[in-house]
């Protein structure tokens, strides 16, 4: 007998929208993929022929996928077509905002200075800060939103549009570790389920 198999996975739309959240029920080389919808989103997914899936751990691949048949109850058969590559998963923005620090490493200056999270996400956040910031500085950072607080360090890329007053730059994470990324990726999946369920 087959084991069976439970990958957590997100499934969204072209457009990157969380539709649903879903358990893959086949293993991950099967020709077709049924997924237990979880929730009441099924008719969601229904209302396309193609969708984004990503695993919620390290195991599973990310892939585009052909949705083919649904029992119209909880369970959805999807056809893997490709794979997705790593930058979707890391450009997967989330809005969530909470208040944090960010320390010096490669700056001039010393001490802490208040920042807004605006988005997160696997690869990177935007941030308010009304400290001036250099492109391409790095910083630490503190996530206080993940199963644990975690300090990872950013590049600063750039200053974003905004209609705030106070900046609002756009940094990516660098040398990241497997378990903060881990960790980081665990918040954001959370992040998104919060918000999709104030959505509904």
Not at 90 to 119: A, E, K, M
Not at 148 to 169: C, E, G, K, T
Request: a negative charge; aromatic letters at 8%; one cysteine or more.
């Amino acid at each position: 007998m087959m084991p069976e198999y439970s990958n957590r996975y997100m499934i969204y739309d072209s457009q990157n929208e969380l539709l649903a959240c879903a358990v893959l029920k086949t293993p991950p080389d099967s020709v077709v993929w049924r997924f237990q919808v979880l929730g009441s989103d099924l008719n969601k997914v229904l209302e396309h022929e193609i969708v984004n899936l990503i695993a919620t751990d390290s195991d599973g691949p990310d892939m585009t996928g052909r949705i083919l048949s649904s029992d119209h109850v909880s369970s959805v058969e999807v056809e893997p077509v490709d794979l997705l590559g790593e930058s979707l998963r890391q450009n997967l923005r989330v809005p969530v905002r909470f208040d944090s620090f960010i320390y010096p490493v490669s700056g001039s200056w010393t001490g802490r200075v208040p920042i807004i999270c605006h988005d997160l996400s696997c690869g990177g956040m935007a941030f308010f800060c009304n400290f001036q910031l250099r492109i391409a500085e790095i910083v630490e950072v503190v996530i206080p939103i993940t199963s644990q607080p975690v300090i990872l360090r950013a590049m600063i890329l750039r200053l974003r549009p905004s209609n705030s007053n106070i900046p609002l730059y756009s940094a990516k994470f660098v040398d990241m570790i497997h378990d903060e990324e881990v960790i980081v990726r665990e918040a954001v999946f959370s992040q998104q389920l919060t918000n999709h369920g104030r959505q509904r």
